[in-house]
T-cell receptor, first 114, second 113 residues
């Protein structure tokens, strides 16, 4: 158990819908990362937050947004869902933002868009 | 931009045999290198990491990796595998753009009895 929790574990929804994925980092970790794992794209970095502020952005679609709240939990919002958004979404956390800081991964949320 | 190439998509090996999973990276700056393991229906677990110092890095579960700057490689090795090592292994790099991880495509290690 990494100490990072993600809810829900599974999510099934229809095209055009909007969903919210939730992540609680390890106690004491200030930085949260979101990654997407799909069969065609592999594991890709989406976005990073540090203590409530956006720190880095990767290949995140405009239909996707995220935020980190004062209690440090984070939410990833996916809207106007398409079939291709079906994937495993991981949240990770680290104590620092410095390169090389170990990231601890949650169990993931499996999103299926029908 | 940084990138990672895992040369083998699948590696079948018999139990108690040695194994090497290959990883090559590309980067214009100093790198930090990682190996993660993903068991079926689970998240990613860190096996080992190279930040600086000794080029031979030892990790959990008997795995080790060697950082080779001239060959831009970070191959993962285990002298004797177990059935329980069956999983997907990901090599990753960070350092060019903060702490974001750039992953390779993964190598599925299948250990047979």
């Amino acid at each position: 158990d990494s100490g990072v929790t993600q809810t829900p574990k599974h999510l099934i929804t229809a095209t055009g819908q909007r969903v919210t994925l939730r992540c609680s980092p390890r106690s004491g970790d200030l930085s949260v990362y979101w990654y997407q794992q799909s069969l065609d794209q592999g594991l890709q970095f989406l976005i990073q937050y540090y203590n409530g502020e956006e720190r880095a952005k990767g290949n995140i679609l405009e239909r996707f947004s995220a935020q980190q709240f004062p209690d440090l939990h984070s939410e990833l919002n996916l809207s106007s869902l398409e079939l291709g958004d079906s994937a495993l979404y991981f949240c990770a956390s680290s104590v620092e933002v410095a390169s090389g800081s170990e990231q601890f991964f949650g169990p993931g949320t499996r999103l299926t868009v029908l | 931009a940084q990138s990672v190439t895992q040369l083998d998509s699948q590696v079948p090996v018999f139990e108690e045999a040695p194994v090497e999973l290959r990883c090559n990276y590309s980067s214009s700056v100093s790198v930090y290198l990682f190996w993660y393991v993903q068991y079926p229906n689970q998240g990613l677990q860190l096996l080992l990491k190279y930040l600086s110092g000794s080029t031979l890095v030892k990790g959990i579960n008997g795995f080790e990796a060697e950082f080779n700057k001239s060959q831009t490689s970070f191959h993962l090795r285990k002298p004797s595998v177990h059935i329980s090592d069956t999983a997907e292994y990901f090599c990753a790099v960070s350092g060019e753009y903060g702490n974001k991880l750039v992953f390779g495509a993964g190598t599925i290690l299948r250990v047979k009895s």
